[in-house]
Structure formats: structure tokens, C-alpha cells
């Protein structure tokens, strides 16, 4: 299951991403906004990412102006690494070594095909592991308040 969210200035990229998962029979859970209207980053933020993090859904795709604000947001919750994208070798990447569990795209950055190819390599692209999980556990020890040597 694949969360997502937006605010109102991600609320029209969502709705296409919905629209993809329905065609390639994907299953999705939307925890909003579910109109266009005035709703906050944070919320929409918070709300995914208590849903990656109790385990209900895999991943999550969070849309917003930008795709950073929202990104910023998601990176508050401990256990998230959300990485805001714009290209195809970021969202790559992210997957490949920092095993991203959010990928946030930016409706007033990136058209909707670009968005739907980084939504894709997102969601099949595999962790590497090796040296890389060292790196995810500095990150979880900087959010644990302990030191990183
Ligand atoms: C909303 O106007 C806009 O600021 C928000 O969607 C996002 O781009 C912030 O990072």
C-alpha cells in the first residue's frame, strides 16, 4: 500500500498519481487534502508519514508547491527519510542508497510525466544495503540525539 498526500499547491499532481496507480492497478491510501482549497504542508505530512510508520503503508508520495516544504515536514517524523525530487536520477538513487521511504514531488516544479517516471524508478528501485546501511544508521543515531563518529 502506498500513501499519499498533499497540500493544495500538490492537490492536482496527486489526484494524476491516484489516477496512475488506478490504471496500473496499484493500491493506494489518500489521507488528503481532497480539494483544492487552502490546506496545510505539515498536516498533510504528518498524517502520510504516521502511515508509513505504523507499518499500514510501504512508501509514501507527498506532493506539494515545491515538494520541499512538504519534504521538510515529513522529515520531522522519526523513521522518515523523504527526499524531494526533480529528477530521475535523484529519485533513483534515493531508493538505491538512502533508502528513501517518501518521495516528495513539487507540482509547480516538474511536469506530470516527468513526476510519473520518478514516482515509478521510486517504487522500483531496491536499497543496495552494504556500506549504505551504515549511513542510515548515522542518520537514525542524529535523530536519536546520539553522536555520529
Ligand atoms: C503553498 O503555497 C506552497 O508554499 C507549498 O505548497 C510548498 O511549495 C512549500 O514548500
Do not use: W
Not at 94 to 113: K, P, S, Y
Request: negative net charge; proline residues 1%; charged residues 30%.
Amino acid at each position: 500500500m502506498i500513501a499519499l498526500g498533499s497540500d493544495h499547491a500538490g492537490f492536482y499532481l496527486k489526484e494524476k498519481i491516484k489516477k496512475y496507480f488506478e490504471d496500473k492497478g496499484i493500491e493506494y491510501k489518500d489521507y488528503g487534502c481532497y480539494t483544492p482549497e487552502s490546506f496545510d504542508y505539515a498536516i498533510a505530512a504528518k498524517r502520510v508519514c504516521d502511515g508509513v510508520i505504523s507499518g499500514e503503508c510501504e512508501r509514501a508520495i507527498l506532493c506539494c508547491g515545491t515538494g520541499i516544504g512538504i519534504s521538510m515536514a515529513a522529515n520531522k517524523v522519526k523513521g522518515i527519510r523523504a527526499a524531494a525530487c526533480t529528477n530521475y536520477f535523484g529519485a533513483k538513487y534515493t531508493r538505491a542508497h538512502n533508502d528513501a521511504n517518501v518521495l516528495c514531488l513539487g507540482e509547480r516544479v516538474i511536469g506530470e510525466g516527468i513526476a510519473l517516471e520518478l514516482v515509478d524508478v521510486f517504487l522500483n528501485t531496491e536499497f543496495e544495503g552494504g556500506r549504505h546501511q551504515r549511513r542510515i544508521d548515522q542518520i537514525a543515531a542524529i535523530e536519536n540525539g546520539e553522536e555520529v563518529e
